[in-house]
């Protein structure tokens, strides 16, 4: 009994753990488009100004519940210096619209990857290359934090190569 009670502790502790425990949700069933689907975007380097939050959610998905208040209010602070993407895999017809969308957005790598995890959160700086935010995403200065680094990063970076 006491050991259990420790084991539902940690795991209601997890602030970052999928709900779908790293397995494919439910409600993730159908195909993505294949890699020639006509309507994918490719993206270059040169299409981010600023770093994007990324974030894979779906509406059954009770930690997404919890953790959308605090990254809301961390990106708030920072709003106008990251874009917000949101993916939604709720069900077939989301997830294939949150595909298209990642493709467009330069966040394909990171959806394909994470898809099946909710919440999965991502900052990216550059197209197609993303650090999983790991923290817990119940902390508003962690977040706060996170997000303040990738846009100093990002703004190093252009100004190392001429283009701010």
Do not use: N
């Amino acid at each position: 009994m006491r050991r259990s009670a420790g084991l539902a502790l940690a795991l209601a502790l997890m602030p970052s753990a999928a709900c779908g425990g790293g397995q494919v949700d439910p409600g993730f069933t159908g195909p993505l488009p294949p890699a020639e689907d006509p309507g994918r975007v490719q993206v270059t380097r040169r299409d981010f100004e600023r770093p994007k939050l990324v974030i894979i959610r779906a509406r059954w998905c009770s930690a997404c519940d919890v953790a959308e208040p605090y990254l809301a209010s961390a990106y708030k602070k920072h709003q106008g210096q990251v874009d917000l993407v949101v993916l939604d895999v709720t069900d077939d017809y989301t997830t294939r619209h949150a595909a298209r969308q990642a493709e467009r957005e330069g966040v394909g790598a990171f959806f394909d990857e994470f898809r099946g995890r909710t919440p999965s959160v991502a900052l990216v700086e550059l197209p197609e290359e993303y650090r999983l935010v790991r923290g817990p995403l119940t902390d508003v200065d962690y977040l706060e934090r996170e997000l303040g680094a990738a846009v100093a990063r990002l703004k190093e970076h252009r100004r190392l190569r001429g283009l701010d």
